[in-house]
């Protein structure tokens, strides 16, 4: 069965510095991945995902995300993070329609 | 686009009352989800559709509750009777065919059973 972890519930970082949130997954076939952000009281918001070609992945507001196959991981990146990125972030892996399976999600803090 | 639409935003209830969370996907899309959110279990996908039609219940948590879909632009997620340890919010999802699409979500419900 597919699955994903993310090993962090908590990550702090001070703005301006790089931000990782880890992922790694489980899955028997080529799989498809995804980030996902969540502000308070809101929806899940796509950032980015990984399906096949490249191994990273370039997503809205300046996220991206490294594809590791031989790690099972795909983490995370911001260059230089802002206050304004501080939410919950969650890691999805889907191997077939329909059948998308979420992390426990990451809060992630930046602090000025 | 107007994205997924949910509502209620906000439903207050008593223990014991149905409650009945509506969902209108985006337009085109093939695929749609109800998730329940809690601080204790996370993000739980509860059963999705395709098609209209029902593809995997197997995260309805009881007999409680029940989902239909009775047209490509509404759907419909029932509990009844409610319970205390139904509140949590509620998120509809929706998404184009094949495993490639993300999904799209709501503004989800906030369901509080008193």
């Known amino acids: 069965a597919q699955s994903v972890a993310q090993p962090e519930d908590q990550v702090n970082v001070a703005e301006g510095n790089p931000l990782t949130v880890k992922c790694t997954y489980s899955v028997s076939g080529n799989p498809y991945l995804f980030w996902y952000v969540q502000y308070p009281n809101r929806g899940l918001q796509f950032l980015l995902k990984?399906?096949?070609?490249?191994?990273l992945v370039k997503g809205s507001y300046g996220f991206e995300a490294e594809f590791n196959k031989s790690q099972t991981s795909f983490h995370l990146k911001k260059p230089s993070a802002l206050v304004s990125d501080s939410a919950l972030y969650f890691c999805?892996?889907?191997?077939?329609?329909?059948?998308?399976?979420f992390g426990a999600g990451t809060r992630l803090t930046v602090k000025p | 686009d107007a994205g997924v639409i949910q509502s209620p935003r906000h439903e207050v209830t008593e223990m014991g009352q149905e409650v009945t969370l509506r969902c209108k996907p985006i337009?085109?899309?093939?695929?749609l989800f109800w998730y329940r959110q809690t601080m204790m279990r996370g993000l739980e996908l509860l059963i999705y559709f395709n098609n209209n039609v029902p593809i995997d219940d197997s995260g309805m948590p009881e007999d409680r509750f029940s989902a239909k879909m009775p047209n490509a632009s509404f759907s419909t997620l029932k509990i009844q009777p409610s319970e205390p340890r139904d509140s949590a919010v509620y998120f509809c999802?929706?998404?184009?065919?094949?495993?490639?699409?993300?999904?799209?979500f709501g503004p989800g419900t906030r369901l509080t059973v008193t």
């Open positions: 999802a929706s998404s184009l065919t094949g495993g490639a699409w993300e999904q799209y």
């Open positions: 999805a892996v889907r191997d077939r329609p329909g059948d998308m399976r």
């Open positions: 337009s085109g899309h093939d695929y």
């Open positions: 990984y399906i096949t070609g490249d191994n």
